[in-house]
């Protein structure tokens, strides 16, 4: 397996391209700047090449690492079929917890009150929930195929 972007074969595994369950072979290099938004140009000067994938969840995430860099000479060659120019411009809602830590893809949880589920059953105050993803709902984290409101979770 080999990164989609850089082209390492080093620590490669598939990564999420939010809100389509659409997966990226990124390396660990990639990944780690791309989920801190600690861009390093000199490492994206990959997307270059990247920009002319003929796959379509390489293409929206290379347009959106172009944006946050300012490329916009790069951008402006690319060609995306109208649906993935809308993919690529969904922007992800930042999302805090309960006392304002940024909650990203993968962190762990704690849920801060009791609380009742649809349909019965409870979460308890103090469950963990690992590795949570954002998702496109405002306002809410999926935690196990639960969706929680972020104002219910602080981050462990």
């Known amino acids: 397996m080999i990164c989609e972007l850089c082209g390492s074969d080093v620590d490669v595994s598939p990564f999420r391209v939010e809100p389509k369950d659409e997966y990226v072979n990124l390396c660990k290099t990639c990944k780690s700047q791309i989920e801190s938004s600690n861009l390093d140009e000199n490492h994206f000067q990959c997307l270059n090449d990247s920009m002319w994938s ?3 969840a390489v293409k929206v995430l290379t347009y959106r690492l172009l944006k946050k860099l300012g490329r916009n000479d790069l951008i402006d060659m690319m060609y ?12 992800m809602e930042e999302k805090f917890d309960s006392v304002g830590n940024k909650l990203n893809n993968g962190d762990n949880v704690m849920v801060i009150k009791d609380l009742n589920i649809k349909g019965g059953g409870v979460i308890k105050r103090g469950s963990v929930f690992k590795n949570i993803r954002l998702g496109d709902t405002p306002g809410h984290i999926l935690a196990k195929n639960v969706y929680i409101k972020t104002e219910f979770v602080k981050k462990v």
């Open 54 to 56: 003929e796959k379509s």
């Open 80 to 91: 995306l079929e109208p649906d993935e120019l809308a993919w690529a411009e969904t922007e």
